[in-house]
């Protein structure tokens, strides 16, 4: 081989990883912006690379969602074990729901794709072994400290993320913030004594049917 083919060869292996690095930030705001059902063109026209380009990386959008998903999944939990291991036992758990919480109403992708993605990859078995280990010390740690019901368990709490997200997507464009109320009931009902005050106002049921009718799309005439 010669040195022109090596320096050839080396910055095509530049040139690739470039361009997945711009795919994969150009998806990684397209998705958080606007949900998974961007259109994948986009995605190429905002990296600056073509069609051909992006599906060499990524064969189809799933596996681009997938890895754009990985990628922020492995930084939280990286964090959320750290603080859960930092924090007094209550505040990680509770700390721990919000930032959950938070993280499904700051990024659609999260809301639209994950479950779907992570169901139909190689990456659900990763992501849940990973999710369980911050969980479940969390819950050894209240449990412990006497601050938690004894009767709460891992799968408690994945309900828990998975009901108010569902919370999320039906109210928050309605009454943004609307879901920090139910957590705050949600953790009263955790605790193994004692309550704390609920400082987000309440909501009536005509409150709640016009929050629910402001995310619903009108029907399009044909």
């Excluded at 189809?60 to 997938?66: A, I, M, N, P």
Aim: hydrophobic share 45%; aromatic share 4%.
């Amino acid at each position: 081989m010669t040195v022109q083919t090596t320096a050839n060869a080396r910055q095509q292996r530049r040139d690739a990883v470039r361009n997945r690095e711009q795919i994969l930030s150009a998806a990684t705001a397209a998705f958080a912006e606007r949900g998974a059902n961007v259109d994948v063109r986009e995605i190429a026209r905002a990296a600056g690379v073509g069609m051909g380009t992006l599906y060499r990386h990524f064969a189809t959008k799933d596996q681009l969602l997938g890895a754009v998903i990985k990628a922020d999944f492995d930084a939280w939990m990286d964090e959320a074990l750290h603080a859960a291991r930092a924090s007094e036992p209550w505040a990680g758990l509770k700390a721990f729901l919000e930032d959950a919480l938070a993280r499904q109403n700051a990024d659609r992708a999260l809301m639209d794709g994950v479950f779907r993605v992570l169901a139909t990859t190689s990456l659900l078995d990763d992501c849940r072994a990973r999710m369980s280990e911050v969980i479940n010390l969390l819950l050894d740690r209240a449990h412990t400290a006497g601050e938690l019901r004894p009767d709460v368990g891992e799968a408690d709490i994945a309900l828990t993320m998975m009901a108010i997200g569902k919370i999320i997507e039906l109210t928050e464009a309605g009454r943004p913030g609307l879901w920090r109320r139910q957590l705050r009931i949600t953790l009263d009902g955790l605790r193994a004594h004692g309550h704390t005050p609920i400082t987000e106002p309440p909501i009536t049921i005509a409150d709640l049917d016009a929050a629910v009718c402001h995310s619903i799309p009108p029907l399009e005439i044909s």
